[in-house]
């Protein structure tokens, strides 16, 4: 169990909370871990989709920009008395489209996906300031807001529904064969297309996917903030993929799961949100979630480096050992 | 026989004599040399940046943590010298060699730790920004203002004219002439494009890959370094966030002028060229009275364009040249 990544993930996450809890036990409140939550949900849903991403091996920096463009159309489309189902269809529509472009960039054209991506981020962004023309969407109708407060058996709504969304991911990706594609694809790509996956349309989905998830957490940004500035999401692309590393997934792909990344993500926030309980001043949090960033990766490095050694000798004394006998 | 790069430098060429006549002819001021001359100083942190992450690039890595560094040496630069008090070229060199130093630090993780360098120069990248803002924070300087009252001669390096020449345009030759010699006339340039290729092969003709790569980041933080002094300069104000927006135009310069992202094959004439282009286009789209905003759609749109030429499937190359090509070699 010890071995597990996202085991060790969440041993991290409990230790956070039990250290910040003991220089401030306002923090470890049921009502706090509630909020950590609330206030991650962004982070989490657009982690599930770059973990397809990043399971093929690919990158996803566009999220952010297909993020702030969702939320400024579909903002638009709430604010002139379009109904939530609309805003919901626009935001998956957006969100798919880019995708496909995204993946026609990469699987055709066969541009690095992380050159792709983030050209189709600064598009996106010009897109958005033209589109709004350069102004915030404010005055979004209250009932919108009221939405992200509703409570179900003591947990917000929105909240359950993400968690049982990343259950439901996880199980796909990890017991169906279909789901199964997306690490075989990012583990070996040669070896997938010599068993018969279609590689090509494989990856070209994980970038749909990612991109429908950045819409819909733009949707969930809409809810929580209630206003779209012209700058919404800026950045956020960096966090996220800090947030998958954390949680176990690997950037070279093939390795990870939705349940880590997910817990990454808690992570991420909540140490802001631990920083102020700390009373540590806000400037202080780049410092501080880039160095855990560097530190836990290159343990993890080492760690993994390790393993592969001893698994070696240990294969090479059994070589040896059958020879003898 | 001309090979693929220079080819491809050819194309770059080119393109900025069409972009010199087109923008030429949508605001006539845009031929005056003097003004052309002066924009140098809109992307020189750009180029000199793109020099040397084309360097890490060839070895197969990417460093997009120089934009944090660019900040980073701006609030030291101004920190020791307004301050601390200490003598503005002390506090200059020490700002550069911190920001070798973080590229130092990048280098010894990815090389010898093993780990992918886009996580870790993104962790670096949130950090130096981060420990900019802390230095602004504890120092109690306004984070908005800046530190700013440098003396007349900090701001002579980058506004000063050389007979006649911008010193933007000087530091530009310069910085691409360090990198030109180092990459293309030196055994350790043809490290570099060893290490790029295949690592392992490399390992084994006897080359320090491990030094190599490690080194190409060092470089790459001390031209940040040095264009983090030279945009203080040229503002007049020392902040943390300078740089910040510099990521896209960065990897456009170096992917742009022709060097794969994967690693081995590449240079930087290329990129000292697709800056000029860059940074023409910005210049050229203003004058010609195109608001700010289309630019970005303009650079990402040419970075997309230019990656799919680039690396557009061998096979749909083959196909184009089957076609093109007498029948009679085919089969023969």
């Given at each position: 169990?010890?071995?597990?990544?996202?085991?060790?993930?969440?041993?991290?996450?409990?230790?956070?909370?039990?250290?910040?809890g003991?220089?401030?036990?306002?923090?470890?409140s049921?009502?706090?871990i509630?909020?950590?939550?609330?206030?991650?949900?962004?982070?989490?849903?657009?982690?599930?989709?770059?973990?397809f991403?990043?399971?093929?091996?690919?990158?996803?920096?566009?999220?952010?920009?297909?993020?702030?463009?969702?939320a400024?159309?579909?903002?638009?489309?709430?604010?002139?008395?379009?109904?939530?189902?609309l805003?919901?269809?626009?935001?998956?529509?957006?969100?798919?489209?880019?995708?496909l472009i995204?993946?026609?960039?990469v699987?055709?054209?066969?541009?690095?996906?992380?050159?792709?991506?983030?050209?189709?981020?600064?598009?996106?962004?010009?897109?958005?300031?033209?589109y709004?023309d350069?102004?915030?969407?404010?005055?979004?109708?209250?009932?919108?807001?009221?939405l992200?407060t509703?409570?179900?058996?003591?947990?917000n709504?929105?909240?359950?529904?993400?968690?049982?969304?990343?259950?439901?991911?996880?199980?796909?990706?990890?017991?169906?064969s279909?789901?199964?594609?997306f690490?075989?694809i990012?583990?070996?790509?040669?070896?997938?297309?010599?068993?018969?996956?279609?590689?090509?349309?494989?990856?070209?989905?994980?970038?749909?996917?990612?991109?429908?998830?950045?819409?819909?957490?733009?949707?969930?940004?809409?809810?929580?903030?209630?206003?779209?500035?012209?700058?919404?999401?800026?950045?956020?692309?960096?966090?996220?993929?800090?947030?998958c590393?954390?949680?176990?997934?690997?950037?070279?792909?093939?390795?990870?799961?939705?349940?880590g990344a997910?817990?990454?993500?808690?992570?991420?926030?909540?140490?802001?949100?631990?920083?102020v309980f700390?009373?540590v001043?806000?400037?202080?949090n780049d410092?501080?979630?880039?160095?855990?960033?560097?530190?836990?990766?290159v343990?993890?490095?080492?760690?993994?480096?390790?393993?592969?050694?001893?698994?070696?000798k240990?294969?090479?004394?059994?070589?040896v050992?059958?020879?003898?006998? | 026989?001309?090979t693929?790069?220079?080819?491809w430098?050819?194309?770059?060429f080119?393109?900025?004599?069409?972009?010199?006549?087109?923008?030429?002819?949508m605001n006539p001021?845009?031929?005056?040399?003097?003004i052309?001359?002066?924009?140098?100083?809109?992307?020189i942190?750009?180029?000199?940046?793109?020099?040397?992450v084309?360097?890490?690039?060839?070895?197969?890595?990417?460093?997009i943590?120089?934009?944090?560094i660019?900040?980073?040496t701006?609030?030291v630069?101004?920190?020791?010298?307004?301050?601390?008090?200490?003598?503005?070229?002390?506090?200059?060199?020490?700002?550069?060699?911190?920001?070798?130093?973080c590229?130092l630090?990048?280098?010894?993780?990815?090389?010898?730790?093993?780990v992918q360098?886009?996580?870790?120069?993104?962790?670096?990248?949130?950090l130096?920004?981060?420990?900019?803002?802390?230095?602004?924070?504890?120092?109690?300087?306004?984070?908005?203002?800046?530190?700013?009252?440098?003396?007349?001669?900090?701001?002579?390096?980058?506004?000063?004219?050389?007979?006649?020449?911008?010193?933007?345009?000087?530091?530009f030759?310069?910085?691409?002439?360090?990198?030109?010699?180092?990459?293309?006339?030196?055994?350790?340039?043809?490290?570099?494009?060893?290490?790029?290729?295949?690592?392992?092969?490399?390992?084994?003709?006897?080359?320090?890959?491990?030094?190599?790569?490690?080194?190409?980041?060092?470089?790459?933080?001390?031209?940040?370094?040095i264009?983090?002094?030279?945009?203080?300069?040229?503002?007049g104000?020392?902040?943390?966030?300078?740089?910040?927006?510099?990521?896209?135009?960065?990897?456009?310069?170096?992917?742009?002028?022709?060097?794969l992202?994967?690693?081995?094959?590449?240079?930087?004439?290329?990129?000292?060229?697709?800056s000029?282009?860059?940074?023409?286009?910005?210049i050229?789209?203003?004058?010609?009275g195109?608001?700010?905003?289309?630019?970005?759609?303009?650079?990402?749109?040419?970075?997309?364009?230019?990656?799919?030429?680039?690396?557009?499937?061998?096979?749909?190359?083959?196909n184009?040249?089957?076609i093109?090509?007498?029948?009679q070699?085919?089969?023969?």
């Amino acid at each position: 169990m010890i071995k597990q990544r996202e085991f060790r993930t969440l041993l991290f996450l409990i230790l956070l909370f039990v250290v910040v809890g003991f220089i401030n036990t306002d923090y470890v409140s049921l009502q706090n871990i509630d909020k950590s939550l609330k206030s991650s949900l962004v982070y989490i849903v657009l982690a599930i989709g770059m973990t397809f991403v990043l399971l093929t091996g690919n990158l996803d920096i566009s999220i952010g920009g297909t993020l702030g463009l969702s939320a400024a159309v579909c903002g638009t489309i709430l604010r002139d008395g379009g109904t939530i189902f609309l805003a919901v269809f626009t935001a998956i529509l957006i969100g798919a489209c880019i995708g496909l472009i995204n993946g026609f960039g990469v699987v055709k054209l066969k541009i690095s996906s992380f050159i792709m991506t983030l050209a189709m981020l600064s598009i996106t962004r010009v897109v958005q300031v033209i589109y709004t023309d350069g102004k915030w969407v404010e005055n979004i109708p209250a009932n919108i807001k009221e939405l992200s407060t509703i409570d179900i058996f003591g947990m917000n709504l929105f909240s359950l529904i993400v968690i049982v969304g990343v259950l439901i991911v996880q199980v796909y990706l990890s017991k169906s064969s279909k789901g199964r594609y997306f690490t075989a694809i990012g583990d070996n790509a040669d070896g997938a297309i010599s068993l018969g996956i279609p590689v090509k349309r494989y990856s070209t989905y994980s970038f749909v996917i990612s991109g429908i998830c950045a819409s819909i957490a733009g949707l969930i940004f809409v809810s929580q903030i209630g206003f779209v500035s012209s700058n919404a999401g800026t950045g956020i692309e960096l966090t996220v993929i800090a947030a998958c590393v954390l949680g176990g997934v690997s950037l070279m792909g093939g390795i990870g799961t939705v349940i880590g990344a997910a817990l990454g993500a808690v992570i991420l926030t909540s140490i802001n949100s631990a920083l102020v309980f700390m009373k540590v001043p806000a400037f202080w949090n780049d410092t501080i979630s880039g160095s855990l960033l560097i530190i836990i990766v290159v343990i993890d490095s080492l760690l993994a480096f390790r393993a592969n050694r001893k698994a070696k000798k240990v294969r090479l004394n059994a070589r040896v050992l059958q020879k003898e006998a | 026989m001309l090979t693929k790069i220079p080819r491809w430098n050819l194309a770059l060429f080119l393109i900025i004599i069409a972009e010199i006549i087109v923008f030429g002819m949508m605001n006539p001021r845009f031929w005056n040399i003097t003004i052309l001359l002066n924009s140098f100083n809109d992307f020189i942190a750009v180029a000199i940046i793109g020099f040397f992450v084309t360097l890490v690039v060839i070895t197969g890595g990417i460093d997009i943590s120089g934009v944090s560094i660019i900040g980073l040496t701006s609030v030291v630069t101004g920190l020791l010298s307004q301050v601390v008090g200490l003598n503005i070229w002390v506090s200059i060199i020490c700002a550069i060699l911190i920001g070798g130093l973080c590229g130092l630090f990048n280098g010894v993780l990815i090389a010898y730790g093993r780990v992918q360098a886009m996580v870790i120069t993104l962790g670096g990248m949130l950090l130096y920004s981060g420990i900019a803002i802390v230095l602004v924070g504890v120092s109690g300087v306004s984070t908005y203002e800046g530190i700013s009252g440098f003396s007349e001669s900090f701001s002579k390096i980058a506004n000063g004219e050389v007979m006649g020449i911008p010193s933007a345009v000087i530091f530009f030759f310069s910085m691409f002439f360090i990198a030109y010699i180092l990459l293309h006339r030196t055994r350790y340039g043809r490290y570099i494009y060893l290490t790029g290729i295949n690592q392992n092969t490399a390992e084994y003709s006897g080359i320090d890959t491990k030094k190599i790569i490690t080194s190409t980041y060092v470089l790459s933080g001390l031209s940040a370094g040095i264009a983090g002094v030279v945009l203080t300069s040229y503002l007049g104000s020392a902040r943390s966030d300078y740089g910040a927006e510099y990521l896209m135009p960065i990897l456009t310069v170096v992917v742009l002028g022709g060097t794969l992202i994967t690693g081995g094959k590449g240079g930087v004439v290329g990129t000292a060229l697709a800056s000029i282009i860059l940074g023409f286009l910005q210049i050229g789209l203003q004058m010609a009275g195109v608001s700010t905003q289309y630019i970005g759609l303009a650079t990402g749109v040419l970075l997309i364009v230019s990656v799919a030429f680039l690396g557009i499937n061998p096979d749909f190359r083959l196909n184009v040249k089957r076609i093109i090509t007498p029948k009679q070699n085919i089969g023969g």
